[in-house]
């Protein structure tokens, strides 16, 4: 499997922002652990797509990568060295630099011992000239029922390394929501700390909740004897159901709010409402009695206006 960030993602050096992006995304849903957790290779492509997207991602490491200053692991190059270079340098300075010579600087020689370890993958700490890097930071994909994100929960995910991770869910999460565990990411190298796992949660559809901010929405088929009349009906809540009256006359399209019955606001005990958009529902075939009362009232009606009609002429 290829080194090449670029090529790790399907791409050129030309890529934009969006396309890396979107090209980690594809691979991630199609490499992904869980998802195919029979395909052994599945880590390993999961795990290349994100150092990748990770060191292509950031624009400072990505431009240092395509100037050749890091390697693909975001290890530091050793600087490179020309004949040329020294051409008008004093006399024996190539020779000098080639070698421990009497007038060598050791610092440099191990430096570039260094910097050369580091190109290959191995970390270093060397006394108080040493350099540590911080770990890379890894992304992962999670798809959570709506009510677990409303509500908050716990879960597991499937690490690169296919070590599994528990993961709280705050209650309150949105959709498109990045959670960030510190330390769950790449090691680190030379004693410096490890990367972060950054966790993209998508929120599943709620067949009967929908949110909006911190309200969540809802619809109520209504019997159209108890929008005429008014009534005492249970309502689902993302709680739990809870008891709403119906004035009499209610029409559809109009909204009753359920105070208190949204989500938990961030940092406050307080939380939003539930709003209920009513429908009234009419009956496909009414029976013989409710048929005949509605067609006397409606003649009632029609008669009361025509003789409404009639005084206004006169007058």
């Not at 399907?10 to 992904?32: E, V």
């Not at 600087?105 to 580091?118: C, H, P, T, V």
């Not at 993958?121 to 000239?129: A, I, L, V």
């Not at 911080?134 to 959570?144: E, H, K, R």
């Amino acid at each position: 499997m290829s080194t090449d960030p670029y090529k790790v993602l399907g791409l050129t050096k030309a890529a934009t922002a969006a396309d890396i992006k979107k090209a980690y995304r594809k691979l991630a849903r199609s490499s992904h652990p869980d998802l195919h957790p029979d395909d052994k290779s599945a880590v390993a492509r999961f795990k290349a797509a994100s150092a990748a997207y990770d060191l292509l991602k950031d624009p400072e490491t990505r431009a240092r990568f395509n100037a050749g200053e890091i390697d693909a692991q975001g290890a530091e190059r050793p600087p490179r060295q020309y004949y040329r270079d020294y051409a008008q340098a004093p006399d024996n300075a190539y020779q000098q630099r080639r070698g421990a010579g009497q007038n060598s600087d050791y610092s440099d020689i191990f430096a570039d011992i260094l910097r050369k370890r580091a190109a290959e993958g191995g970390g270093f700490d060397f006394g108080s000239r040493g350099r540590s890097m911080a770990g890379a930071d890894i992304n992962y994909s999670l798809t959570v029922p709506f009510l677990d994100a409303v509500r908050g929960s716990e879960t597991a995910i499937t690490l690169a390394d296919g070590a599994s991770l528990s993961v709280k869910i705050p209650p309150g999460t949105q959709d498109s929501q990045t959670l960030r565990l510190r330390g769950k990411g790449a090691p680190g190298a030379g004693g410096g700390p490890s990367g972060d796992a950054l966790i993209t949660v998508t929120v599943q559809a709620h067949p009967e909740f929908r949110r909006e901010g911190d309200d969540i929405l809802s619809t109520l088929a209504l019997p159209f004897e108890d929008a005429i009349l008014g009534a005492k009906v249970t309502v689902p809540t993302i709680h739990g159901p809870v008891g709403m009256t119906i004035p009499a006359g209610a029409s559809s399209g109009r909204v009753l709010r359920l105070r208190g019955r949204g989500v938990k606001r961030k940092g406050s005990q307080s939380a939003g409402d539930q709003r209920v958009e009513i429908k009234v529902s009419v009956p496909k075939a009414p029976d013989p009695d409710l048929r005949a009362f509605l067609t006397e009232w409606r003649e009632k009606r029609a008669a009361e206006a025509r003789s409404s009609a009639q005084k206004g002429t006169a007058a």
